[in-house]
Each structure stands twice: as structure tokens, then as C-alpha cells.
């Protein structure tokens, strides 16, 4: 078991490295949270998406344009995080989140999760619906 997350870990590492980020969209943060009205920019790392079955994985980059304090002690100015898209489900799940200190995912890593989140369903007119648009073909 440990040595499938230390190889997901340097895929991380080794993938954030060399990725190239596309600029998918201009946002901002609607939530109730701490990071209400925060502008940001979403990028994807294309050479990463992969399919599975009839889901689609992919590395996504959200860069902040001021600091954000969300859940972590740490502020950060972006996070990367490996996102999985149900293509006939229109919903999306997270498996890997990290924070920054910097735009792009550089800087300080302020730190990480691993996991497998509850899906969630793809409201229109949101940040992830565009996402699975993108990564689905629709």
C-alpha cells in the first residue's frame, strides 16, 4: 500500500514539474466560504487526462490572484489537484488535493490530501461543469 501512494506522489511531483498548463477559464468563488468572491484562473494540464472506463482523470491547476486561507492553517495562491470526471454521470470527484504559497503551483507546499471525495453533481454555469465539458468532449 505504501509503495502505490509514494508512486502516486512522484507521479505528482514528476507530472507538476513538467506539465504544461492550458488556461481553461477566469472565475470566481461563489461559495459561502472564507474565500468568497476570490478571483482565480483554472488550468489543465492535458497530457494528463486519462480515461477509466467511462470516466476521465486529469491534473487541474487553480491559481488565486490574492492570498486564500480556505480550511488550511497555511495560505496559498494555488492548488493542484487530480480530479476524476463521470462522463455519462456530468459529475466530478477529487482524489488529490495540494496548496502553494505561490501562483502555479510554485513556492512552499503548504500541504496535501490524498483521497477519494463523495462524487458531485455539475450544475451549469459552474467552473466544474465547463471542466467536464472540456474533459468529456461535450
Not at 90 to 113: C, D, L, P, Q, W
Request: aromatic content about 10%; hydrophobic content about 35%; glycine content about 8%.
Amino acid at each position: 500500500m505504501y509503495k502505490v501512494i509514494l508512486i502516486m506522489l512522484l507521479a505528482a511531483i514528476s507530472s507538476s514539474a513538467t506539465a504544461t498548463w492550458t488556461k481553461i477559464v477566469d472565475a470566481k468563488d461563489n461559495t459561502n466560504g472564507p474565500n468568497q468572491g476570490s478571483l482565480f484562473s483554472v488550468f489543465v494540464d492535458l497530457d494528463t487526462m486519462h480515461n477509466f472506463n467511462d470516466s476521465i482523470k486529469v491534473w487541474e491547476l487553480y491559481n488565486y490572484q490574492t492570498v486564500q486561507k480556505g480550511n488550511s492553517p497555511n495560505p496559498y495562491l494555488s492548488l493542484k489537484v487530480h480530479t476524476e470526471y463521470d462522463c455519462s454521470g456530468r459529475r466530478s470527484r477529487e482524489h488529490y488535493v495540494a496548496i502553494f504559497s505561490e501562483n502555479m503551483g510554485t513556492g512552499k507546499r503548504g500541504g496535501e490530501k490524498e483521497y477519494v471525495h463523495n462524487w458531485t453533481l455539475l450544475e451549469p454555469d459552474t467552473v466544474g461543469r465547463k471542466l467536464w465539458e472540456l474533459t468529456c468532449g461535450r
